[in-house]
């Protein structure tokens, strides 16, 4: 399995970003996607989750209202629609994959994409 994480890039404070994930090498039916994010020197963080049956969401406090989290199953692909940016978004991003659609911690991740890099400009 492999997740191909796309879209980020730099935006000044207020503005929006879409950031998209790509998962290959199996249909997803079940489980969950997520996105976390690590900040410079701050550990990875969750930041949303979706389940690929129902679409369930949730979000980490510091996001919700902000971001919102969707998915796309017959392209296998999940999307992090990002407004209202701002500079203490600035982080890496990355997409991860769960067997278990109640798994929500990185030791629960079955896969990981490569980051992509949001910097919010003040």
């Known amino acids: 399995v492999q997740l191909q994480a796309s879209g980020g890039g730099l935006v000044q404070a207020g503005g929006s970003l879409r950031l998209s994930c790509a998962a290959s090498g199996r249909t997803f039916s079940s489980g969950a996607m997520h996105w976390f994010r690590q900040a410079p020197g701050k550990e990875r963080e969750f930041v949303a989750v979706i389940t690929w049956s129902g679409g369930i969401t949730y979000y980490t406090d510091s996001v919700r209202g902000r971001f919102t989290i969707s998915r796309d199953n017959a392209k296998n692909t999940v999307y992090l629609q990002m407004n209202h940016l701002k500079p203490e978004d600035t982080a890496v991003y990355y997409c991860?994959?769960?067997?278990?659609?109640?798994?929500?911690?990185?030791?629960?991740?079955?896969?990981w994409g490569k980051g992509t890099q949001v910097t919010v400009s003040s």
């Open positions: 991860a994959a769960s067997r278990r659609a109640s798994a929500t911690t990185e030791g629960g991740m079955d896969y």
